[in-house]
Structures are given as C-alpha cells and as structure tokens.
C-alpha cells in the first residue's frame, strides 16, 4: 500500500463478502489498531471502538450478496516510524468450510514529513566594533511529523568569531567550526517552538 504519514489522518477500507454457500448470520469485523493508530470514524457498518479494537457488526450477509465495503479513519501519531501493519478478522456465528480467507492485513511503510522553518534577527543594532553580538535564531516544526536529528547551521558573517550559544529545548547544544556554528537540536515536535 501507499506509505503513512506520522501526524496524519490514513484511511483503511475493509471488504467483505460471503461467497456462501450458505448466509452467514451475526457477522463481525474486527480490526485492532497497532501502536500509534487512533480511531476516528467509521462508515458502512455500525462499528465501536474500546481502546485500540474496532468491532463492526453487520448482521447477516447473505450468500454471494455484494461485496460490503467499511471504511475506518484513523489518525496516525507524530511519532510514529518504522512500517505500520493493520490487521482486520471477520467472523460469524455461521460455521465457515474456508476460514483462511477471514483475516487480511495491511502492511504499509511510514513516511515522515516535517515543515521545519527559520527565522534569524540581531538583537544589537547598531554593532560597535569590539562588543559582542547576539543573534536569535527562532524556528519551528509545522508537522505534521516528529522531525528527527535536527540541525541548525549559521554561517557568521566576515569579522566575527563564535563565543556562545544556547538552544531552548531538549538537550540541544551548539559548536562552532570555523564561521559555521551548528546546534544539534535531537527531536523537534510538531508545533514545538525553538530558539
């Protein structure tokens, strides 16, 4: 399937049909989020969510009837990385002669995505020679992702020399090599300001 985004919304369509030969009476659908998906919605079937299970209760599906269709929105959180696999069991009270064939899974690759932006001011003006300037670099993440192992290079300008720098979240600290200072920020939240 196509990749997820951590901080989204994904949308799962679920199908499910009775190919018989007999009508399968009190079917359910059920789908147990993983780690980081959180239920919002569904449609097509009266469908409850408790914690990370979704049960969706379709009665009865008569034999060879069309296929049903439930789509459940989830939202996918920020922080989520690595491959997200979901999968969805329908059962009935109806013995089933082919039960293999009741359970399918969606095993989808995430794909952060993290608008990290950046704004840069002096906070000496005018500059006398010989006294110390200050800069502010001021930046955020507008996500919808975690953004990972952030840096913030700035190369001084000529005349210059880097004294100090300090970072406003996490850990984060900064070094100089020659005219480029470069503040290791580690992890940047959607919506985390940083200075």
């Given at each position: 399937?196509?990749?997820?985004?951590?901080?989204?919304?994904?949308?799962?369509?679920?199908?499910?049909?009775?190919?018989?030969?007999?009508?399968?009476?009190?079917?359910?659908?059920?789908?147990?989020?993983?780690?980081?998906?959180?239920?919002?919605?569904?449609?097509?079937?009266?469908?409850?969510?408790?914690?990370?299970?979704?049960?969706?209760?379709?009665?009865?599906?008569?034999?060879?009837?069309?296929?049903?269709?439930?789509?459940?929105?989830?939202?996918?959180?920020?922080?989520?990385?690595?491959?997200?696999?979901?999968?969805?069991?329908?059962?009935?009270?109806?013995?089933?002669?082919?039960?293999l064939n009741n359970e399918a899974t969606s095993q989808d690759p995430s794909a952060p995505a993290a608008d990290v932006s950046l704004t840069k001011t002096d906070l000496s003006d005018p500059v006398l020679a010989g006294t110390q300037l200050t800069y502010r670099l001021t930046g955020s993440n507008a996500g919808p992702s975690t953004a990972r192992s952030v840096v913030v290079s700035d190369t001084l300008p000529p005349g210059t020399s880097f004294v100090a720098g300090t970072v406003t979240i996490g850990t984060g600290s900064c070094t100089a090599s020659g005219a480029t200072v470069s503040c290791s920020l580690g992890t940047l939240l959607p919506g985390a300001p940083l200075t």
């Open positions: 399937g196509s990749a997820v985004t951590p901080g989204g919304q994904r949308t799962y369509r679920i199908r499910v049909s009775n190919v018989g030969p007999s009508d399968a009476d009190n079917v359910l659908v059920t789908d147990v989020l993983p780690s980081g998906l959180t239920f919002d919605s569904a449609t097509g079937a009266s469908c409850t969510a408790v914690g990370q299970t979704i049960t969706c209760s379709l009665g009865t599906l008569v034999a060879g009837a069309p296929v049903m269709m439930i789509t459940v929105v989830v939202i996918v959180d920020a922080s989520v990385t690595g491959p997200v696999s979901n999968t969805a069991t329908v059962i009935s009270s109806t013995p089933d002669p082919e039960p």
